[in-house]
């Protein structure tokens, strides 16, 4: 139930009420502490991580010949 | 051959069709070139992958619904790109994962790893102490069908339904999976913790030992 809780998987009211419950039980509530800071430590994680430039330099250049190829049928150079 | 205005307007439509992907998919450039890092492991394979995922999806630009969310549907190219260039090597590897798929099975509710830290550090601040490499790791090294859920769910975002669609299995294999490679996670990440010091030896091992 936490797992989905915190996937946003609930429906809202009884996301609602789960939320209500995890925050006022003094036992639930550790194990509801201990799944965010699982959470917030993965988000974490791909914050910052990209692809290197060059790898979009060159997907943009397999697209624009792809498109030119694909368009004419003729080799480019047409326009 | 002279170009026709018929022939023009089919070119230029043409590539009206394709300008929707630089608005709608080239911006998960980033996206699809971390899942396929943790997938491949290598540099120089994910940037492969993200270049012949970019242009399948390009290719089949036309016939993409857009009612789909272009993130998964690329994702789902790249896993699948992956997949079969594996598969020529590692065939075993998929038995192990088809055996994986009856488990349908959700974990116990009250989390093994979360007992272990109890009174140690019950909020899990061990989590704050890890730095990314270590993370990645701890991800890297779990079994494949493990790390595909927790990746696309917890590092890029998708629902379960999207999820599903892009691994190609029911949603209550994508939660069983998910919620016991949490656990796996939570386990690898708890051990490191503890051989790095975030959480007193004494105190982690309730069990005796």
Redesign the interface.
Same mark, same amino acid.
């Given at each position: 139930?936490v797992?989905?809780f915190l996937?946003?998987?609930l429906e809202d009211v009884s996301a609602e009420q789960v939320r209500a419950h995890f925050e006022a039980c003094s036992r639930c509530y +550790?194990?509801l502490? =201990?799944? &965010? %800071? =699982?959470?917030? @430590?993965? @988000? &974490?994680?791909?914050r910052g991580?990209? @692809? +290197?430039t060059d790898?979009?330099r060159? *997907? *943009?250049d397999?697209?624009a010949s @792809?498109?030119g190829h $694909?368009? %004419?049928g003729?080799p480019e150079g $047409?326009g | 051959m002279t170009e026709a205005p018929s022939a023009r307007a089919a070119q230029e439509g043409f590539q009206a069709a394709k300008e929707g992907f630089q608005e709608e998919a080239l911006p998960y450039l980033d996206a699809v070139y971390r899942f396929a890092l943790r997938l491949s492991g290598s540099p120089d394979q994910a940037a492969d992958l993200v270049q012949e995922t970019f242009l399948r999806a390009f290719r089949s630009w036309d016939q993409y619904t857009r009612g789909t969310k272009a993130k998964s549907w690329l994702f789902t190219i790249c896993r699948n790109l992956f997949l079969r260039g594996r598969e020529r090597m590692l065939r075993h590897d998929q038995l192990i994962e088809r055996n994986m798929e009856r488990d349908d099975t959700l974990p116990d509710p009250v989390n093994p790893v979360w007992a272990s830290v109890d009174s140690a550090d019950p909020e899990g601040a061990f989590f704050d102490a890890l730095v990314d490499a270590e993370i990645l790791d701890a991800i890297d090294a779990l079994p494949e069908e493990y790390r595909a859920v927790i990746l696309l769910s917890d590092l890029e975002g998708l629902a379960y339904q999207e999820i599903a669609d892009v691994l190609g299995i029911p949603v209550g294999t994508v939660k069983s999976r998910l919620f016991r490679g949490r656990r796996r996670l939570q386990e690898a990440l708890y051990a490191y913790a503890v051989e790095m010091g975030h959480i007193p030896a004494g105190v982690a091992s309730r069990d005796g030992g």
């Open positions: 139930m797992q989905e996937d946003g998987a +550790p194990h502490r =201990f799944e &965010r %800071s =699982f959470r917030e @430590a993965l @988000a &974490r994680v791909t991580e990209g @692809a +290197p790898l979009k060159r *997907v *943009v397999l697209l @792809a498109a $694909d368009a %004419s003729t $047409d | -």
